[in-house]
């Protein structure tokens, strides 16, 4: 059920979704060319590869193309169900003018709150694909490093700690002694 209550003017873009949407950009993700050139992860994975290390980076890539692929075509569905959704809506209220008066205000409010809604769907799927590309990154990237900061237990709980807090990844004051804990780790080093 839609409802007009409390529906806001023209909203500023949120920080959050900007993130996502840098990052998407970054890893190649979203973008104009779709997956067409490089990602600078991919560049980077590449350059300087050995043959033992062509294989990882192929697989690597061929991964990153497959959450492109499925990101490109869940985004396409998304817009689709939008633009329908709101020709069935604005056929309705159309139907409904002539039984009573409807202004362009009222009509422009319900496509708003359609827009807002499919806008959130939107930012879940931006969300959980920059979680894939971290995941992703996380196991083929970084696993080829050999320096090590924490032992493997502590990386894992922060990732674990991150990849939970994508929408607002700088945990507090608190947090941070609990994780220092955790891990067996300072304060600073959080």
């Known amino acids: 059920v839609l409802s007009i209550r409390g529906a806001q003017e023209e909203e500023p ?3 959050q979704l900007m993130r996502l949407d840098n990052m998407l950009l970054a890893e ?3 973008g104009p060319e779709k997956g067409g050139g490089k990602t600078p992860a991919a560049a980077a994975a590449s350059g300087g590869a050995g043959s ?3 294989v990882e980076h192929s697989d690597y890539r061929a991964k990153l193309s497959q959450i492109r692929q499925i990101y490109h075509t869940e985004l396409e569905k998304y817009e689709q169900a939008c633009n329908e959704f709101t020709t069935h809506v604005m056929n309705l209220l159309r139907e409904q003018s002539r039984t009573r008066p409807i202004s362009p205000k009222e009509i422009e409010r319900m496509v708003s709150i359609i827009h807002r809604k499919f806008s959130s769907i939107q930012m879940q ?3 959980s694909t920059c979680e894939a590309v971290m995941i ?3 196991r083929f990237l970084d696993a080829r490093r050999k320096r090590r900061n924490f032992n493997k237990q502590a990386t894992e709980i922060l990732n674990e700690y991150f990849y939970s807090h994508l929408s607002n990844p ?13 891990c067996g ?3 600073s080093q959080v």
């Open 185 to 187: 780790i300072t304060v």
């Open 52 to 54: 033992d290390n062509s």
């Open 13 to 15: 873009t949120d920080p």
């Open 170 to 182: 700088y945990p507090s004051e608190e947090a941070k002694e609990e994780l220092a804990k955790k």
């Open 136 to 138: 992703l990154r996380s």
């Open 28 to 30: 190649g993700v979203a």
């Open 125 to 127: 799927l931006k969300q």
